[in-house]
C-alpha cells in the first residue's frame, strides 16, 4: 500500500461466499469506472471477516472473472481478515468513551418486539441500560446518537437516516465473538485511504451506521455513492442467496455482460463492439459513463 493517498482511490470488497454475478459486475464496472475516469486508484478488499460465510476457492474465482472482464485493481490484494487487532482495538476505544452496552437479546426476542424502518429492523433498545460490564460474553451493541446522519451521496444526492428511530442501536460484536460489518468495513476504508466508497443502494442504512462509528472514532469520512441495486424478472434483488448466476469468463460471455452492463447504466455501445474484447469495451465506455445517469435510482428491473 503507498504512503501518499491520490486525489481519488474507490474500492471493491466483495464477501467471498460464491463467485460473482451481474449485480456484483454491475457495481464493480461503475466502482471502477469512477475511479479511472479521473485517473484514480481502484482497489480490491476481500471482506473476509464471516469466515462461515467464505467458501473455499472463492477468492481465486472472483479475481479471475474481475480481471477476465477487465477491471484490474491497484496494490496488493487486501484481506478483511488480517486486521481483527484494529477491530479489537476500536472496540476498546469505543468502549472507553460509553458508547458500548451488552445485549442479550435472542433472535426470537427480537424477532417479536421490533418494528421495521427503511433498512430492516429497529431494535427497541430492550438492554441499553442492563447492568454488566459492555465487553463480557454477549453481543456488543453501538450506542446511536440522537438527530439524524445526514450526508450528501454522488448518485442519490442529499441523503438522511433518522439512526434512533429507523434502526435503532447496531452491533458491532456478535454473542458468538464475530465482528460486526460496519466497525470493520468503517476502519477499512479510513486504513486504506479510501477517498470515496461507492457501492450498492441496499447499503445506504449501513453508511449510516458507519459514518455514526467514524465520528465516535474520530476518523475523517470518504465520500459515499451508491448506485441502484439490479432487481431479477421476479423482483428480487439479483444476488447469490437469490440463485444468480455466476459470471462466466470466456470471451463471448464477457463480451455480452459487460455490454449487458453498460446498457443498463444507459449507454449503448455501437453494432461494431460487437464481440469486442473487454479492454475496448472499457476503453470506448471510460470517457462516456456518467453516474448522473443513475441518480435517484436505488433499484433497476433487469433486461429482458
Same mark, same amino acid.
Given at each position: ?12 470488497a466483495p ?28 482497489w ?18 472472483i ?14 490484494l487486501v484481506r478483511?481478515s488480517e ?8 472496540l476498546?476505544q ?8 451488552r ?8 424477532a417479536?418486539s421490533?418494528? /421495521?424502518?427503511?433498512? #430492516?429492523a429497529i431494535?427497541?433498545? $430492550?438492554?441499553?441500560? +442492563?447492568?454488566? =460490564?459492555? %465487553?463480557?460474553?454477549? @453481543? ?12 450528501h451521496d ?8 433518522k ?19 460496519h ?21 445506504i442504512?449501513?453508511?449510516a451506521?458507519?459514518l ?5 472514532l ?19 434483488k ?15 460471455e464477457?463480451?455480452e455482460?459487460?455490454?449487458?452492463? /453498460?446498457?443498463?447504466? #444507459?449507454?449503448?455501445?455501437p453494432? $461494431?463492439?460487437?464481440? +469486442?474484447?473487454? =479492454?475496448? %469495451?472499457?476503453?470506448? @465506455?471510460?470517457?462516456?459513463?456518467q453516474?448522473?445517469?443513475?441518480s435517484?435510482l ?5 433486461l429482458?
Open positions: 500500500m503507498t504512503a501518499i493517498t491520490p486525489s481519488y482511490r474507490g474500492r471493491f464477501t467471498p461466499s460464491g463467485p460473482l454475478h451481474l449485480g456484483s459486475l454491475f457495481t464493480a464496472l461503475a466502482s471502477w469506472l469512477a475511479a479511472r475516469q479521473v485517473d484514480g486508484e481502484w480490491l478488499r476481500i471482506d473476509d471477516l464471516d469466515r462461515p460465510r467464505c467458501i473455499p476457492g472463492a477468492i481465486d474465482t479475481q479471475r472473472q474481475l480481471e477476465a472482464h477487465g477491471l484490474l485493481w491497484d496494490g496488493t478483511q486486521h481483527e487487532p484494529e477491530y479489537l482495538a476500536a476498546q469505543l468502549d472507553s468513551h460509553g458508547r458500548l452496552y445485549c442479550v437479546c435472542t433472535r426470537a426476542t427480537l417479536q421490533t418494528l /421495521l424502518g427503511p433498512d #430492516g431494535y427497541p433498545g $430492550t438492554c441499553r441500560d +442492563a447492568p454488566g =460490564s459492555s %465487553l463480557s460474553a454477549a @453481543a456488543l451493541r453501538f450506542r446511536v446518537t440522537e438527530g439524524a446522519v445526514d450526508w454522488g448518485v442519490q444526492g442529499l441523503l438522511r437516516r439512526t434512533p428511530q429507523e434502526s435503532g442501536d447496531f452491533i458491532v460484536r456478535r454473542a458468538d465473538g464475530q465482528l460486526g460489518y466497525l470493520a468495513c468503517a476502519l477499512d476504508e479510513h486504513r486504506m485511504g479510501i477517498t470515496e466508497v461507492l457501492r450498492g443502494a441496499d447499503l442504512g449501513s453508511t451506521h458507519q455514526q462509528l467514524l465520528s465516535a474520530g476518523i475523517a469520512t470518504p465520500r459515499y455513492s451508491h448506485v441502484p441495486v439490479l432487481l431479477a424478472a421476479d423482483g428480487r439479483l444476488s447469490k442467496q437469490n440463485g444468480a448466476l455466476a459470471l462466466g469468463t470466456r470471451p463471448v464477457v463480451a455482460q459487460l455490454r449487458w452492463c /453498460l446498457t443498463v447504466m #444507459g449507454l449503448s455501445p453494432d $461494431t463492439l460487437n464481440g +469486442a474484447s473487454a =479492454s475496448d %469495451l472499457l476503453r470506448w @465506455a471510460l470517457p462516456r459513463w453516474r448522473a445517469s443513475l435517484g436505488t433499484a433497476l428491473a433487469a429482458p
